[in-house]
T-cell receptor
Framework: GAVVSQHPSRVICKSGTSVKIECRSLDFQATTMFWYRQFPKQSLMLMATSNEGSKATYEQGVEKDKFLINHASLTLSTLTVTSAHPEDSSFYIC?????????????FGPGTRLTVL | DQQVKQNSPSLSVQEGRISILNCDYT??????FLWYKKYPAEGPTFLISISSIKDKNEDGRFTVFLNKSAKHLSLHIVPSQPGDSAVYFCAASSDNYGQNFVFGPGTRLSVLP
């Protein structure tokens, strides 16, 4: 099946620094990618929809200046957590449906565990 | 306010027996439901789905039942295997091409040998 990769899988950073997380679709093109966040023992929460060639769409309550999203190509979307704070520590997962396919066929990346000290 | 609820955080079942995972939703606009399976350190993988025009969908050992009037769905796994041990997420959306998936908190299934 289709594969979505994320890099890094785990990152530890100091408070105030910025962290970039990459999401790549390895064997298909994705005009849309989704970024989710998961707190311990809680469900996946959609943060934003990344659109290739245009601005991302953010869910209510998600600060777009804090979570910068860039969908540079049909196979790559990046999420940058700017000026990270301990409360940003979480598990971030991206997903992508192959272009032209229903969103329910989206494939998820393995996730990135961010720990902000 | 959780729109999709999975009230059992964990479930243990003996190998070979049936596993039943439950999911309840509150939003009557939801008409497409999915189950995802997640192993540790991996992203969720799609398992099975059901549209609101059906009340049952079956795929091998996995069957999903939908009771629209009760706003309840369940995933049955029979027979359960140790490899089924994972976290199962129920998700709902308002249409097949919808992007606004709402996930439940997940149920951790442990299948004991």
């Amino acid at each position: 099946g289709a594969v979505v990769s994320q890099h890094p899988s785990r990152v530890i950073c100091k408070s105030g620094t910025s962290v970039k997380i990459e999401c790549r679709s390895l064997d298909f093109q994705a005009t849309t990618m989704f970024w989710y966040r998961q707190f311990p023992k809680q469900s996946l929460m959609l943060m934003a929809t990344s659109n290739e060639g245009s601005k991302a769409t953010y869910e209510q309550g998600v600060e777009k200046d804090k979570f910068l999203i860039n969908h540079a190509s049909l196979t790559l979307s990046t999420l940058t957590v700017t000026s990270a704070h301990p409360e940003d520590s979480s598990f971030y997962i991206c997903s992508a449906p192959p272009s032209g396919r229903p969103y329910n066929e989206q494939f998820f990346g393995p996730g990135t565990r961010l720990t902000v000290l | 306010d959780q729109q999709v609820k999975q009230n059992s955080p964990s479930l243990s079942v003996q190998e070979g027996r049936i596993s039943i995972l439950n999911c309840d939703y509150t939003n009557s606009m939801f008409d497409y439901f999915l189950w995802y399976k997640k192993y540790p350190a991996e992203g969720p993988t799609f398992l099975i789905s059901i549209s609101s025009i059906k009340d049952k969908n079956e795929d091998g050992r996995f069957t999903v039942f939908l009771n629209k009037s009760a706003k309840h769905l369940s995933l049955h796994i029979v027979p359960s295997q140790p490899g089924d041990s994972a976290v199962y997420f129920c998700a709902a959306s308002s249409d097949n091409y919808g992007q606004n998936f709402v996930f439940g908190p997940g149920t951790r299934l442990s299948v004991l040998p």
